[in-house]
């Protein structure tokens, strides 16, 4: 009786550690499978949130002991600046809100299609862009924004995002694009852009925030100058200097990761890099001149791609890809 | 004696297995929870973003899972995340107070269709900048664009792609 009593009990421990070692390596298994975490970057807590709680109202001032004394007449403007320069200086850089990454990501959306030809006009062309991207925002680590997709009116293929959402393509890039599985590593690269917050976090690092806590509607209202300033940076890091080219690559795994979570051939991006690099158009393009050159992006994404197993079946949809944009172009 | 031991056991294992059960978090409202591992199936119910679910099966690219209210269904794994929702927890300290911290973990939690159209401030920097009406208007055009739900369904399913990918 004892011994079956001990090997009860032996089997009911072994049962536990089991299943305790089996939750941990799912864990694990998510991790590694799921959500690729570049080396040379950080990892960032891209943790879904819960309903959206109501906004802060916007302080004066900057609000804070400092505002309140600004308010009162104890500290004049410039005496209240440093002050929070240095108070600044001790605190960490808080993260943008949504509002301000909607207002700075619209301002360069405008810059867009200010500088890159501006819209082009064809409703067939911009639902389809908008269906193969916003299904690969769905199943990226950011999918509770709203995402608006514009074609460019450009021969120069050409592909950008900003914050707070934007995406677009060129009519030139859509030309070289040989099917729906590369459109779609394109467009993941451009919302992994925004998932990760590249340009926000360049933002952050500039000399221009320097010494500063945050970047708050208050003060971009209070302060135009500001605004614009902020705006002249992004847009430059975007359009001329580009971004770190690590960043770039982790776009590159991130917008592949996107495309082959719904259900793309994950070599799309890659494929089309290729494409790109092949092209005597490619010095016209901000997605190559800003961007590490072609080959070390294929590099980085020869290296990254292995992890994908048994996607030989995963489709391209070259079909449905020439029989709805080709005709459009 | 022997058969309440055993009884015993098999509940102890029973609540081990409960216990020790994955808990995956949903990424966006409106995830559909689905009668079987099949997009074709019954919507059983729409789940709220940040919802905690315990993984009970995995099949394909689909999850059994079982969500609060006794809720148990199906959703597309790739709609769940591993990441637990942001702790959103205020708790003053004294450089915040200083520096007049706005509480911007709230902030950035703000639901992406909580904040829309062009603000204010960017259509004044537009016109500051010599950003034609036309251009201003096409960011707005891109803002209001929207996809039916059942046009992107249909897309998906004609591509075999998301819910019914293989």
Redesign the interface.
Known sequence: MKKIILILALAFLSLVLAQSSYSFKLDDLLETLEKPKPKSQPSKQEAPKQEAPKEQPAQQGGGGLIGLGESLGVFDKKTSRILKKSVGAVQAFQPIGLEEEKAIGGSLALEVFHKFGGMYKNAALQTYVSLVGKSVAEVSDRPEIDYHFAVLNTDHPNAFATPGGYVFVSVGLLRMVQNEAQLAGVLGHEIAHITRKHALETLQRSKLLSGLNGLTMAAMNKDEGLFDQVIDEVSNVLFTRGLDKNLEHEADKFGTEYAYRMGYHPAGLNNFIQILGKSSSQGSSIFLSTHPGPQARLQTLGRFLPRYKAVGLYPILANRYRTTVKGQL | ??VP??IF?LA??SF??ES???TL?????GTKLQASDSAKSKVIAKL???TPVK?LKKSKKFYQVSASGGNKGWVFK??L??????N?GGGGDV??????????????????????G??P??E???K??G??E???Q??K???T?R?HPQ??DK??K?????E???
Do not use: C, D, W
């Not at chain 2, 995340?81 to 942001?86: E, G, N, Q, V």
């Not at chain 2, 007049?100 to 709230?106: C, E, N, T, V």
């Open positions: 004696m022997l031991l055993v056991l102890g294992m081990v297995s020790f059960a994955e978090y949903v990424k966006k409202s709220s973003q940040g993984v790739f709609k995340t591993s990441k637990p929702p942001a959103f450089l915040g107070a200083l520096g007049g911290r706005q509480k911007i973990a709230a902030r950035e939690s703000s639901s992406g269709s909580s904040i829309r062009l603000s401030i960017s004044k920097h537009a500051n900048k950003i034609s036309e251009e201003i096409a960011v055009q891109m803002e664009f996809i046009e992107m897309f998906l004609e591509g075999r792609l998301g019914y990918s293989q």
